[in-house]
């Protein structure tokens, strides 16, 4: 494994509750990445960060904001979860010139 | 904006058959063309890219894929596959390989061997 956890593993809660899901690397690398993967869409990047308080939307940005405080983590947070939330969600880093990506085990969110 | 389509959500095959999953890209003056791997209940695995060079392009597990500018295509093959082959596979595109590689993937094929 490349040095990503990504926890929780599994979680459910409730509609309009908010949520964290935290991805922590211990390889150092700059870019960190959250994707969400919904059957017939593959996955989609949510949100990435290029650097410690640097980040960027993704395709799927909206209802989710992330933070990144220092390198080794990056978190994502649905403020008001949505049952349309309710996913398998990816961390992904690579470092700097790298063109491997390398993914966590994923965190599967039910929003109920 | 890139996109990507995999034309079959499913392809069974039997054990020791040959197999070919298909990847279509959107067209782009420069691209990088990935797969990956996802084993159940796991995350996912790069299995080989295309970076420029060779067309035909080695990756682990006895997988190859062939880069086809004029047909827009990157379809994975293997000569022969196993039971341990049975996941799903992702293709994937990225307009970059300096900075942020926001990758832009297919909807998956899964592969499924049967005995």
């Known amino acids: 494994d490349a040095g990503i956890t990504q926890s929780p593993r599994h979680k459910v809660t409730e509609t309009g509750t908010p949520v964290t899901l935290r991805c922590h690397q211990t390889e150092n690398h700059r870019y960190m990445y959250w994707y969400r993967q919904d059957p017939g869409h593959g996955l989609r990047l949510i949100h990435y960060?290029?650097?410690?308080?640097?980040?960027d939307k993704g395709e799927v940005s909206d209802g989710y904001s992330v933070s990144r405080s220092k390198t080794e983590d990056f978190l994502l947070t649905l403020e008001s979860a949505t049952s349309s939330q309710t996913s398998v969600y990816f961390c992904?880093?690579?470092?700097?010139?790298?063109?491997?990506?390398?993914f966590g085990q994923g965190t599967r969110l039910t929003v109920v | 904006a890139q996109s990507v389509t995999q034309l079959d959500s499913q392809v069974p095959v039997f054990e020791e058959a040959p197999v070919e999953l298909r990847c279509n890209y959107s067209?782009?003056?420069?691209?990088?063309l990935f797969w990956y791997v996802q084993y159940p209940n796991q995350g996912l695995q790069l299995l080989l890219k295309?970076?420029?060079?060779?067309?035909l392009v080695k990756g682990i597990n006895g997988f190859e894929a062939e880069f086809n500018k004029s047909q827009t295509s990157f379809h994975l093959r293997k000569p022969s596959v196993h039971i341990s082959d049975t996941a799903e596979y992702f293709c994937a595109v990225s307009d970059r390989i300096q900075g942020a590689q926001k990758l832009v993937f297919g909807q998956g094929t899964r592969l499924t061997i049967n005995p």
């Open positions: 992904a880093i690579h470092g700097q010139g790298a063109t491997e990506a390398f």
């Open positions: 295309y970076l420029s060079g060779s067309t």
């Open positions: 960060s290029y650097g410690v308080k640097d980040t």
């Open positions: 067209s782009s003056v420069s691209v990088y």
